[in-house]
């Protein structure tokens, strides 16, 4: 037989190393191929394609050096293995019989292989391998997706995108992240990454595309107020969404005015993007105006040096999936269904207070929010206890999931941390701007009027007649703060609530 090799490279080590480039090289390009004719890119096989096979590679290499250092080094000393290779002869039936035993058995193998690398390579592509790979570190991510409306959305449609860009983008950083999980190195929580995202455009957009939005969506909220009767109180808006291609109709709202008519880019402060004190607007006409916070103290330094960032929809839209709920809007939510008995008295405040004490573990959070909630009726209204028993059970069951879906104490994970841009409650989402204190150069104030974005449809106290008006009523704050809900902003005090 010829030698294509120089002689030293026939050499048992050389020669598996040889097997196991091969191998490796063979599965990379099978999942190369695969990868070029899938519909959606599958971001974690990367780490399969470009990480873990690889090595393999390079370890083969590595060794076919190896064997033909040694070799030489043999030679040099006289003791050369050439000649201990074993010889084959298909003659002996011996010889034949393992022959054939070995030619199955790596069919077989590499038959397996790539079907083991098709399964793995089918596995990345699931929302169950980024959520649940990845347990704990992304349970928090994981869980709120579940209980949102993008549940069915894939991960990888988010946070890569299709394009090839992104796609290499995802796969170093998706080494990273494995590395990191590996190595415990991830912090907790994990960090937003609005900097690393995707422009919106890339993403949602090509789902809801901005001239798609219009006309306007109706919601209706049911509160209940911390006292001993859980008084309920009622609000319908009407949110003006907007938007809308100008080409076919009126065009009006939210969307539109943020979106497609104007460009607006901003100057936070923090991190967070929680302080916005410096605002432009870039009209159609090209047109700029600057709105700068009266209230918040900054220099101009500060905000060249800050991020700018054209505002998006992920500006607004920042919790679209990961939706960490304040305590008090689940435990309403649920209390409108009737889930939490409303006729439990202080079930609000005990509900929200039990909610908001922070917990070192779930299970700690678990077995607390139990014992706390009993507590408070034996301790109280210990007559109910009995007579109510049910109730308290099904209670203290539905604010366990509250707690389960929405923190999570061994990420360091609540809304606390992750406060949702959009409203004005409990966090300063739209006020961060329409606080009615950014002002522009002739003198135009960011509105901050309640019927500008929204109309407030009806509103109505427990057993009072129910006001409505297509125009908006006068709104009436629950409890009396006097005129503190018109000259504070909403989540001065309901942050903390
Ligand atoms: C509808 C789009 C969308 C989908 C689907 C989606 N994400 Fe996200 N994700 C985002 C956005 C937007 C952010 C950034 C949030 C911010 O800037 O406040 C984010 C942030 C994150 C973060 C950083 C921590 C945090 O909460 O801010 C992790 C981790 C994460 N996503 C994991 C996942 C996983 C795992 C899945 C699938 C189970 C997933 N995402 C699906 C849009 C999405
Ligand atoms: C793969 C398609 C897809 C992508 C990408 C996507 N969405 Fe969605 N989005 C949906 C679907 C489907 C719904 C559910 C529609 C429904 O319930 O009627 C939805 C619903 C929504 C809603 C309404 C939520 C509600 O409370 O009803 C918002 C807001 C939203 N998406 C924002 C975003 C943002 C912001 C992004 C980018 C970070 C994004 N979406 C990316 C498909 C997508
Ligand atoms: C200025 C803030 C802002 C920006 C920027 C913004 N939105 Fe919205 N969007 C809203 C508000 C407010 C609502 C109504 C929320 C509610 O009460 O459900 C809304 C509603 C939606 C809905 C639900 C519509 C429905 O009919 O239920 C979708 C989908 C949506 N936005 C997607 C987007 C996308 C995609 C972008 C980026 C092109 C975007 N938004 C940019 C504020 C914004
Ligand atoms: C980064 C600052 C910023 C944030 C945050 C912001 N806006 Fe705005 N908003 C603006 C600017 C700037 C304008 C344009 C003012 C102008 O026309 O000169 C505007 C205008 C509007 C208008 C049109 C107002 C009018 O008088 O016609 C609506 C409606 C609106 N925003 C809704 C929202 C909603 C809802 C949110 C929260 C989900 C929000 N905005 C968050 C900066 C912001
Ligand atoms: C810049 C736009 C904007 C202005 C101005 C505004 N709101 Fe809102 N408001 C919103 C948005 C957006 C939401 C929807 C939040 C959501 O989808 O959960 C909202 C929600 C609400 C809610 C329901 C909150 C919740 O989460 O339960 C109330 C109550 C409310 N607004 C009252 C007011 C009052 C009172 C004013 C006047 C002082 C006002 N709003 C001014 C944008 C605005
Ligand atoms: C000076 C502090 C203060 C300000 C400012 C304020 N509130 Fe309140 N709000 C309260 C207090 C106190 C309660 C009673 C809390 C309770 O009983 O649970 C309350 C109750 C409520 C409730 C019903 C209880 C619940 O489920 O959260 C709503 C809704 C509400 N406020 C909306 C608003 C809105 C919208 C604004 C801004 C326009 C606002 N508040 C501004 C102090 C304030």
Redesign the pocket.
Known sequence: MKRIFPNSFYNIWSLLGAGLAGLSLGLILFLLVLEAMAEHSKPYMGIITFIILPIFLVMGLVLIAWGIWREHRLRAQGRSSEGHLPRIDLNNPKHRTAFSFFMVGTILFLALSAFGSFKAYEYSDSDQFCGEICHNVMHPEYTAYQFSPHARVGCAQCHIGSGAEWFVKAKISGAYQVYSVLFNKYSKPIPTPIENLRPAQETCEQCHWPKHFFSEKQRHFDYFISDEKNTKWSLNLLM?IGGGNSEQGPTS??HW??NIK?E?T?APLDSSRQT?PW?K?KGPDGKE?I?RSTEVKFSDEQIDQSHKRR?DCI??HNRPTHIYHHPSRSVNELMSIGWIDRNLPFIKNVAVRVLNTPYLTNQNAMDSIAYQIRDFYKGNYPQLVATHAVKIDSAITQVQKIYNRNFFPEMRVSWKGFPD???HMYSP??F???DGKHV?ESG?V??RDCN??HTLLAQKFESDQQEVSMQGVNYRHPVDVDKAWMEMNCYDCHREE
Do not use: E, Q
Request: proline residues 0%.
């Open positions: 003006k709202g939210i005015h943020m104007n607006i901003y916005i605002v607007v105006s709105y505002m500006d607004c841009n959009i409203g989402g739209c961060r701007c329409h522009n135009k960011l509105s500008v974005c």
